[in-house]
């Protein structure tokens, strides 16, 4: 079993839609949990991080956490076809002050936003 | 644009042939990660160098090596190369040191092609 739970997708949605995404985890020691949006043949680009258990706003983009669950959720308003792209789960757990954040990525989900 | 440069953008060789990829990390940056990104098991952490040690190792197979130069570039030298080594290869960088979170900004990736 994955450290870290993702639905492929592709999920298809029209332009407008709220869109919902979402990993579940099995490792209770991930304190970091992020959100990537990779555009086709680019890095992955960071949306949005949260700690611990909790939700965090960020424009149209919300991330929620429930730990106590272990699943996370990312949730997209007004989609727009801009939007269109894999996005990556990952995680991490508390390092300590080490300086080294060891990230545990979801396979990701593709998104198609349509006009 | 991450600041996060990587050479060169595609590469194809053959079984059993040696390549190596380059990173650039962000101006200030002292840590640089590796990532392999296969369509069947998503982003996988390899390894990690923070101002030229190595710090962590993750998924990285014998066959790979890699080091982190004076100058704070980053290459990551693949051996005797399989027909499954063919994926994307990402490179991150962060600020490192002694903060309990470090954002990762990724690079745009070298995409291997084993004939």
């Known amino acids: 079993q994955k450290e870290v739970e993702q639905d492929p997708g592709p999920l298809s949605v029209p332009e407008g839609a709220i869109v919902s995404l979402n990993c579940t985890y099995s490792n209770s020691a991930f304190q970091y949990f992020m959100w990537y949006r990779q555009y086709s043949r680019k890095g992955p680009e960071l949306l949005m991080y949260?700690?611990?258990?909790g939700n965090k706003e960020d424009g149209r983009f919300t991330a929620q956490v429930d730990k106590s669950s272990k699943y996370i959720s990312l949730f997209i308003r007004d989609s727009q076809p801009s939007d269109s792209a894999t996005y990556l789960c990952a995680m991490s757990p508390e390092q300590r002050n080490t300086g080294f954040q060891k990230l545990v990525f979801g396979t990701g989900t593709r998104l198609l936003v349509s006009p | 644009d991450s600041g996060v440069t990587q050479t060169p953008k595609h590469l194809i060789t053959a079984t059993g042939q040696r390549v190596t990829l380059r990173c650039s990390p962000r101006s200030g940056d002292l840590s640089v990660y590796w990532y392999q990104q296969s369509l069947d098991q998503g982003l996988q952490f390899l390894i990690q160098?923070?101002?030229?040690?190595?710090?962590a190792k993750g998924n990285i197979l014998e066959r790979f090596s890699a080091q982190q130069f004076p100058d704070l570039h980053s290459e990551l030298n693949l051996s005797s190369l399989e027909l499954g080594d063919s994926a994307l290869y990402f490179c991150a960088s962060s600020v490192g040191g002694g903060r309990s979170y470090n954002e990762q900004f990724f690079g745009p990736g070298t995409r291997l092609t084993v004939l």
């Open positions: 160098y923070y101002n030229g040690e190595e710090r």
């Open positions: 949260t700690y611990s258990s």
